[in-house]
């Protein structure tokens, strides 16, 4: 059983009131699915909760009453899906498909108390396969739990949202993650996450890369050079495809900037998100934002920052 660190609050509410259907929503990284392991142990423990950590329950690692659902990172051709999905098939029985769906898994008792499922980036629902959730968030069995994790409730469709309890989860305290670590590097990246935390010990020399390709990115910003400027984004569009988001850092140096000018940077980073979210080409997209950032950097420097 992993240790949940922090959400103290949220795990007396669970506790106290463990709704059926519950919407967990707040960063990457920061406790969710954490959580929603431990909520599904406290159901099945013998003790209740807290889970003991070692009743016959607890001690079964994976658990049998506990199902992870998340978005298929390749398409059916292999490829890998730039915006990942959750799939019918593996919501609901699909002719054709020889995948037990979560429906199926849900129609048969627990082997201890309660079926759990936690929906993984529930944002990231097709809408059949959200359509097919929702029937058994409206009638799910007695022993039946769903727990959807996602960024925000907005992020989710409104009638899974008005189906579920949400608990929101957010960065935890500095004091609570220097518990756990003395590295600032790791710290500094955590942005009070243990999910970022604890990838970021793991692999220390991918972190520096983030951050060399992030400062390398600003310096080309800053040295007006259009061509060194492109060299240095695709470098940053490389490692923003890997572990570490190397836009943490970026967004750190930006919170230096006059508020006109970072509001103006903000935008064309949500810009880049969006073209990246809708199938744009990376390679357009990015080169979209370098230039945008280049106005805005040039206007910073002229002194006229674009107006509020
Ligand atoms: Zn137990």
């Known amino acids: 059983m992993t240790e949940v660190v922090g959400h ?62 998340a978005p298929r990172l390749a398409t059916k051709s292999g490829r890998v899906a730039r915006r990942p999905q959750i799939h019918l098939e593996q919501i609901a029985p699909r002719e054709g498909s020889d995948e037990e769906s979560l429906l199926e898994w849900l129609q048969t008792s627990p082997r201890f108390k309660a079926k759990v499922a936690i929906v993984d980036d529930a944002h990231r629902l097709g809408e059949a396969a959200a359509n097919a959730l929702l029937k058994v968030l409206e009638e799910p069995p007695s ?27 957010g960065p935890l305290p500095a004091e609570q993650l220097r518990a756990l670590s003395d590295d600032e590097a790791a710290l500094g990246y955590s942005e009070g996450a243990v ?17 060399a390709a992030a ?25 923003a495809e890997g572990p570490f988001d190397p836009w943490t850092f970026v967004a750190r140096d ?15 980073l949500a810009t880049l998100h969006e073209d990246l979210e809708a199938y744009v080409s990376a390679e357009l997209a990015y080169t979209r934002f370098a230039f ?11 002194g006229s920052p674009p107006p509020r």
């Not at 805005?296 to 002229?302: D, V």
Request: with cysteine.
């Open 8 to 69: 103290e609050r949220q795990r007396r509410l669970l506790a106290a009131r463990p709704a059926q259907s519950l919407l967990f929503v707040g960063p990457e990284g920061v406790g969710r699915k954490a959580v929603a392991q431990w909520f599904a142990r406290g159901l099945n423990c013998e003790h209740g909760f807290p889970p003991c950590g070692v009743c016959a329950s607890c001690r079964l690692e994976p658990h049998p009453d506990v199902r992870v659902v």
């Open 143 to 169: 022993y039946a739990y769903a727990v959807l994790i996602a960024p925000s409730r907005e992020a989710v469709l409104p009638t899974l949202a008005s189906r579920s309890l949400t608990i929101s989860f």
């Open 215 to 239: 400062r390398d990115w600003l310096d080309a910003l800053a040295s007006g050079d259009p061509a060194a400027l492109l060299v240095a984004t695709e470098r940053l569009r490389e490692r």
């Open 254 to 268: 930006l919170a230096t900037w006059p508020a006109a000018s970072r509001r103006a940077a903000l935008e064309a």
């Open 292 to 302: 945008a950032m280049r106005r805005i950097y040039a206007e910073l420097r002229s």
């Open 195 to 211: 999910g970022r935390l604890m990838a970021a010990l793991a692999d220390p020399a991918g972190l520096a890369e983030a951050e």
